[in-house]
């Protein structure tokens, strides 16, 4: 599907995961985690909490959290936004409509960054921030200090235990 807000990527989908495999050693495992080299700075939370989330009040707001961030930071440019085995996308967030909310015109986002049965990958154009979540470790990593600085407050809250910081585990 094709809208302002975004496009399938097509031709360039190839490139753009070539890119992300050799830039974050990427090795899809469903026993092996991390998937990827985290980078520094990163902060990777667990998904597991949402599990105990019936009206998807806490969901709904790491999204936000995660758009409006992403929304911020690139103005009126774009991201990538990858579904391993699956269509990606480039998207344009400041075309994007309020989160839940799909007006005429306002397209909602064609991802989540939330990894629902696979990897969900978000990133800058020039990889230089963005979320890598993973589907069998149920959780969500989060890198580049510009974003952190815009997220990680907000997510802490709503996702609490931190699994792996600049790609150190963290004790528990």
Request: aromatic share 16%.
């Given at each position: 599907?094709?809208?302002?807000?975004?496009?399938?990527?097509?031709?360039d989908r190839v490139a753009a995961w070539d890119r992300f495999y050799a830039t974050f050693d990427f090795r899809p495992s469903m026993r092996s985690f991390p998937a990827i080299t985290e980078p520094t700075p990163s902060v990777t939370w667990s998904l597991i909490g949402l599990d105990d989330d019936p009206g998807?009040?806490?969901l709904d707001r790491m999204t936000e959290a995660v758009h409006t961030g992403f929304t911020a930071l690139v103005g009126?440019?774009?991201?990538?936004?990858?579904?391993?085995?699956?269509?990606?996308?480039?998207?344009w967030p400041s075309l994007i409509g309020p989160e839940n909310i799909d007006p005429p015109?306002?397209?909602?986002?064609?991802?989540?960054?939330?990894?629902?049965?696979?990897?969900?990958?978000?990133?800058a154009e020039d990889?230089?921030?963005?979320?890598?979540?993973?589907?069998?470790?149920?959780s969500l990593c989060v890198f580049g200090g510009e974003l952190?600085?815009?997220?990680?407050?907000e997510l802490h809250e709503l996702l609490g235990?931190?699994?792996?910081?600049?790609?150190?585990?963290?004790?528990?």
């Open positions: 599907m094709a809208t302002k807000a975004y496009r399938e990527l097509t031709g998807y009040t806490r009126t440019g774009s991201i990538l936004c990858l579904d391993w085995q699956h269509p990606s996308y480039r998207v015109g306002k397209p909602g986002w064609p991802l989540s960054p939330y990894p629902d049965g696979d990897y969900f990958i978000y990133l990889f230089r921030f963005g979320t890598f979540g993973h589907p069998w470790e149920l952190l600085d815009l997220v990680e407050v235990q931190v699994i792996r910081r600049d790609g150190q585990q963290v004790a528990t």
